[in-house]
T-cell receptor, first 112, second 114 residues
Framework: KQEVTQIPAALSVPEGENLVLNCSFT??????LQWFRQDPGKGLTSLLL?????REQTSGRLNASLDKSSGRSTLYIAASQPGDSATYLC???????????FGKGTKLSVKP | EPEVTQTPSHQVTQMGQEVILRCVPI?????FYWYRQILGQKVEFLVS????????KSEIFDDQFSVERPDGSNFTLKIRSTKLEDSAMYFC????????????FGPGTRLTVT
């Protein structure tokens, strides 16, 4: 059974710092991996999707990498800003119908 | 930009009552999903729906749950007889190609069962 773990559970950094969020999964047979952002009491905003054949994806200050064989993904955020404060969720799709299995998330706080 | 919408944003119901949560997926999408998130816990998959039938469902999605696409735009989740433990945020999502493509989530419906 696929399990997704995110480390750390919470992270507090000063504005401007570069940071890395980690995601690991137990079964390397995945179709894709998706990173989301969740603001308190709100829905999920898709940040990046990495297909199983890809190694990384970039969007603005965000870069996500995928190492399927080791069951790991990282989300790199450059030059963090207070507006980046949110919970970041990693989710993998191991099935044929697209159902996502989520980690518990990393709660990021960027201090001005 | 197209988005997934959900109504209501908050629903309060008494134990044993039936509730219907509504979603309008992105218009050209073909795959639809329901997830739930109990407060402080992970987002959990409930069910996927394609071509007017359930593609996959989790252990959570028992006989008390059902889904329907009553017309060309709405996608609903019905809970027949709510329990206290059904209290959660329910998210609808859609994608245009199932496993190959991004899932877009709605803002959620917070269900409170008293």
């Amino acid at each position: 059974k696929q399990e997704v773990t995110q480390i750390p559970a919470a992270l507090s950094v000063p504005e401007g710092e570069n940071l890395v969020l980690n995601c690991s999964f137990t079964d390397s047979a995945i179709y894709n991996l998706q990173w989301f952002r969740q603001d308190p009491g709100k829905g999920l905003t898709s940040l990046l999707l990495i297909q199983s054949s890809q190694r990384e994806q970039t969007s603005g200050r965000l870069n996500a990498s995928l190492d399927k064989s080791s069951g790991r993904s990282t989300l790199y955020i450059a030059a963090s800003q207070p507006g980046d404060s949110a919970t970041y969720l990693c989710a993998v799709d191991s099935g044929s119908q697209g159902n996502l299995i989520f980690g518990k998330g990393t709660k990021l706080s960027v201090k001005p | 930009e197209p988005e997934v919408t959900q109504t209501p944003s908050h629903q309060v119901t008494q134990m044993g009552q039936e509730v219907i949560l509504r979603c309008v997926p992105i218009s050209n999408h073909l795959y639809f999903y329901w997830y739930r998130q109990i407060l402080g816990q992970k987002v959990e998959f409930l069910v996927s729906f394609y071509n007017n039938e359930i593609s996959e469902k989790s252990e959570i999605f028992d006989d008390q749950f059902s889904v329907e696409r009553p017309d060309g735009s709405n996608f609903t989740l019905k809970i027949r007889s709510t329990k206290l433990e059904d209290s959660a945020m329910y998210f609808c999502a859609s994608s245009d190609q199932g496993s190959s493509y991004e899932q877009y989530f709605g803002p959620g419906t917070r269900l409170t069962v008293t």
